[in-house]
């Protein structure tokens, strides 16, 4: 049974512009939304989380959408750059477990 | 300095070897996890320790035994090793209970032959 659902699993965009990636979520214990940041032979890299008691949290160029009723969150990263082309997971816990479920990631590749 | 760092970086080893990773973090957390990355790059929680006790263990066969001397090192022992162990091993920690921001080691990865 796969916890976090993630789309898409690959993705192209121009730089310049926005990528969005998305996932969705099963237990609704889950009160915790991270989004890691993978770049080849690293470790993730925590970038940007949320809570459920907001529905949208920025930080630079990145923000998370939440949509609690829907059990969805997104990641959108504004005007995307060559240096973001990584690959990115969700992931998700609940209060008690710190252990995070991760989604499948996202490659993304940022073209200049 | 490395927040959490893994040793060896790199493992190649033969089929049926004992081979161990260590870990150790200089943040002050309570909280040590592994986490294991397949060729599909899924991430899958293996064990989380706090203040040196075990508290969970996800289905890991028992050839694969951690153990954390203190709560900063969280050491990684497989034994009697199999082709499908071949992955990158992540160690991570946290402040642990609801303060669940992980802190990732750069991995090991470990190549069964």
């Known amino acids: 049974q796969q916890q976090v659902k993630q789309s898409p699993q690959s993705l192209i965009v121009q730089k310049g512009g926005i990528s969005i990636i998305n996932c969705a979520y099963e237990n609704t214990a889950f009160d915790y939304f991270p989004w890691y940041q993978q770049f080849p032979g690293k470790g993730p890299a925590l970038l940007i989380a949320i809570r459920p008691d907001v529905s949208e949290k920025k930080e630079g160029r990145f923000t998370i959408s939440f949509n609690k009723s829907a059990k969805q969150f997104s990641l959108h990263i504004m005007d995307s750059q060559p240096g973001d082309s990584a690959t990115y997971f969700c992931a998700a816990s609940k209060s008690g477990y710190s252990t995070l479920t991760f989604g499948k990631g996202t490659m993304l590749l940022v073209s200049p | 300095d490395t927040a959490v760092s893994q040793t060896p970086k790199y493992l190649v080893t033969q089929m049926g070897n004992d081979k161990s990773i260590k870990c150790e973090q200089n943040l002050g957390h309570d909280t040590m996890y592994w986490y294991k990355q397949d060729s599909k790059k899924f991430l899958k929680i293996m064990f989380s320790y706090n203040n040196k006790e075990l508290i969970i263990n996800e289905t890991v066969p028992n050839r694969f035994s951690p153990k954390s001397p203190d709560k900063a090192h969280l050491n990684l022992h497989i034994n009697s090793l199999e082709l499908g162990d071949s992955a990158v091993y992540f160690c991570?920690?946290?402040?642990?209970?609801?303060?669940?921001?992980?802190?990732f080691g750069q991995g090991t990865r470990l190549t069964v032959v």
């Open positions: 991570a920690s946290s402040l642990g209970g609801d303060r669940t921001e992980a802190f």
